[in-house]
């Protein structure tokens, strides 16, 4: 593939768009919360999923595509958009090269639209409609055609010069590949099995999994799994398996709040279903397996049960979410190739557990950090049974060394330990809230990377709301202001402090600010009734959702309070909120934090910002993604953590050079940084290793920086030097001023 300036440009894109209608209520379904349009259209986003996503794809062979994609530099643009929005859409895309996939409703509105505008679409629907082309009969032709005709009618000669070597090539016919893994026909492996279909690699065999053994579940998603991860070593050259992330999607379905709160027996029965239809609905709803085992009494029969128009309703939801779900899954692995694992949605029953964490949590005991921490340990066993030794190994060999993470799923899995070691201690970790389904799709969808430049991060604003007389008003001002940031002569970013005490100040601080970087500094509570974490403001708390059509968040926001993201909460968080607002990270708090560590914590990331990232981007074309940063510095406070525990069990103040060195294994992305530590800390007290381990587990509390959430698509935020639009200006002013 030829990679011309521009490599990432919308110009080189192919952009699919699925409209629907939602109808007058524009209701979420209530399980998990899609649009009824979106769960009418599912199959279109599959069935784009397996289209060439940028016009170099066309021409080019299997191993030059992964690498594109895994780099980031073709960037897969595939959206549902309301039918209202088509009209402004046809008139304003910024692609080049447009189709609309329309379910048969929405053909005969779609073509009136196209044929008002004049412009050159590619419009795909069924066979037998008014759309141009069908499904059955598209292939990769149809679209060559559509560039060819598109480049002979533009009169950009720009276009002309780019396009026009492309649109007299003939398309590249990959050499015939296959592969033994099966075709498994679930939901459990799609997302997989769409990244060998896109790529044109045959499965030479269909399998069936029998819903009567769980064995054949486990196998299906661990050799699924094996398959991607040993194809892309396979298919990239060596300098490009070096050059890109190797990321691991680890996915568990869920429910909204309202199910796991009240349990979907009881609103079922609520509703007027029977007990029989109840358990019915709660067995299919509430699986305690990959498969659901309903529980039946004598003289009951499951097939009358289940054709019972209730339960058929509550079944047909369901089911629709659940292709909804495995959509937006098979968008997020195709957009990079990326290893898919989907986890046993019994993980769903251990929900309970949650609330018994967040009470310990909550507590004003002596003793509760120590609690919550053993608490937390015992979730992960219980998580470790659920999953089956052969999916823990097969997470393992994802993610050797420091590898990078994302979960889309409402359960902590960033505390799943791997090795005794919480799975966000070990690897760069990110997660996608499964919940509400419409915001999962919408993170799931996107791939646009958002580049930004050393001189976006020159300032910082912090939105400060406390009341007056509150003793942790002025934490995070002290932390930042501390004089010990400038002993190295670091130039810190200009952090602005702006004091708000209504909810109109604070959208009026976040639209004058044009920065990269929002930070909350306040309190944080959770309504005990909807579980929805709020950020407080005026003593209020604030439901961000009402919010969504007055401001628009900076990409990455930084929320310093406490339960911005309730561990035993509800899927109408802050957090979840403010990525419906435009952000496209947020970091949040699953637990209430400590105010004098968490503005350390905070200060400690800006001074990293200021003093790595000029160091860590240099050089790098790819950039440096967020997530990669936001790793690192929670990395190092697990670290700080740790060793400040040893001081106060052990008595010892001598650790200076080893949190140098510690923090020094941590940026170089050592795999045995924690190995190292405790090999150090052995040798201060002079006692075996094993001792050290010992007083770990026995000891160790919990730490702040395990309550923190990476929540939504930090990788998509790529840093460098110079950002991509600073150096093109550049060259712009360099070529006017020499007279080019």
């Given at each position: ?222 050799r699924s799994a094996e398959t991607i991860r040993k194809l892309r070593r396979a298919l990239l050259k060596p300098h490009n398996f070096r050059a890109v992330r ?495």
């Amino acid at each position: 593939m030829q990679y011309q300036l521009g490599a990432s440009s919308k110009m080189w894109s192919i952009a699919y768009w699925v409209p629907h209608a939602d109808g007058a209520d524009h209701e979420a379904s209530p399980i998990q919360g899609f649009a009824s349009g979106v769960l009418r259209s599912t199959h279109l986003l599959m069935f784009a999923a397996q289209l060439p996503m940028d016009i170099r794809e066309m021409y080019s062979d299997r191993s030059d595509v992964l690498f594109s994609r895994a780099a980031g530099i073709v960037q897969p643009s595939v959206w549902p958009i309301m039918i209202e929005a088509v009209p402004d859409l046809v008139r304003e895309s910024p692609y080049l090269l447009n189709c609309i996939l329309s379910t048969e409703d929405m053909v005969d509105p779609i073509e009136k639209i196209i044929e008002q505008s004049q412009r050159p679409w590619l419009h795909v629907g069924p066979k037998g409609t008014a759309a141009r082309i069908s499904f059955e009969d598209l292939k990769c032709e149809d679209f060559a055609q559509f560039l060819r005709d598109m480049v002979e009618r533009n009169n950009d000669q720009r276009v002309k010069r780019i396009f026009s070597g492309y649109a007299r090539s003939d398309l590249f016919k990959d050499a015939p590949m296959s592969t033994d893994c099966p075709i498994y026909l679930h939901n459990l492996t799609t997302p997989n099995d769409e990244i060998l279909r896109t790529l044109h690699i045959e499965q030479r065999s269909l399998k069936s999994i029998d819903p009567n053994k769980t064995i054949e579940y486990i196998d299906a998603v661990a050799r699924s799994a094996e398959t991607i991860r040993k194809l892309r070593r396979a298919l990239l050259k060596p300098h490009n398996f070096r050059a890109v992330r190797h990321d691991l999607i680890l996915a568990v379905d869920s429910l909204t709040w309202p199910f796991f709160r009240s349990g979907a027996k009881k609103i079922a029965e609520k509703i007027g279903l029977t007990k029989s239809q109840a358990r019915i609905v709660n067995a299919v709803i509430l699986r305690d397996g990959y498969q659901s085992k309903i529980p039946l009494q004598e003289g009951e029969d499951v097939q009358q049960l289940l054709q019972s128009p209730e339960v058929k309703a509550f079944v047909g939801t369901r089911t629709a979410e659940l292709r909804a779900f495995t959509a937006a899954l098979t968008l997020l692995a195709t957009s990079t190739f990326t290893t898919t694992i989907r986890l046993n949605p019994g993980l769903n029953r251990l929900r309970g557990s949650l609330a018994q964490i967040a009470d310990c949590a909550r507590g004003n005991g002596p003793h509760h950090n120590f609690k919550t921490r053993k608490l937390i340990r015992r979730l992960s066993s219980s998580i470790e049974e659920k999953l089956d030794r052969k999916i823990i190994n097969e997470i393992r060999r994802n993610t050797a060394a420091v590898g990078s993470v994302c979960l889309v799923t409402d359960m902590p899995l960033e505390w799943l330990e791997i090795n005794g070691i919480p799975l966000s201690v070990l690897h760069d970790v990110s997660r996608v809230p499964a919940t509400p389904g419409n915001v999962m799709l919408a993170q799931s969808a996107m791939s646009d990377r958002i580049r930004l430049g050393l001189s976006d991060f020159q300032k910082i604003l912090v939105i400060r709301c406390f009341e007056d007389g509150d003793p942790i008003a002025e934490d995070l001002e002290i932390a930042i202001t501390s004089p010990n940031w400038h002993k190295d002569g670091t130039q810190l970013p200009d952090v602005q402090f702006v004091d708000v005490s209504t909810v109109d100040q604070f959208v009026d601080a976040i639209e004058s600010f044009h920065g990269a970087v929002l930070i909350f500094d306040g309190h944080g509570t959770r309504d005990k009734e909807t579980g929805v974490g709020s950020i407080v403001i005026g003593g209020n708390a604030i439901d961000v959702w009402e919010l969504k059509h007055r401001v628009s968040m900076p990409p990455i926001v930084l929320l310093s309070a406490c339960d911005t993201l309730p561990v035993d909460g509800s899927h109408g968080s802050s957090a979840v909120g403010m990525l419906a607002l435009g952000a496209v990270t947020v970091l949040c708090t699953m637990l209430p934090v400590r105010s004098r560590r968490s503005a350390t914590f905070i200060a400690r990331l800006i001074y990293r910002i200021a003093k790595f990232l000029p160091i860590v981007t240099r050089g790098r074309d790819l950039g440096v993604d967020w997530r990669y940063l936001m790793s690192g510095m929670l990395r190092m406070s697990y670290a700080t953590e740790l060793m400040d525990q040893f001081e106060r069990d052990f008595g010892t103040g001598f650790l200076a050079q080893v949190r140098v060195k510690t923090n020094m294994d941590i940026n170089s992305r050592e795999e045995k940084w924690l190995t190292n530590l405790f090999r150090r800390l052995s040798s201060i007290i002079k006692k075996p290793v094993r001792d050290i381990h010992a007083w770990f587990d026995d000891r160790m509390e919990m730490a702040d920086s395990l309550k923190y959430v990476q929540l939504g698509r930090p990788e998509l935020i790529l840093i460098y030097e110079v950002s991509p639009l600073e150096a093109s200006n550049a060259r712009k002013e360099d070529s006017k001023n020499n007279g080019v």
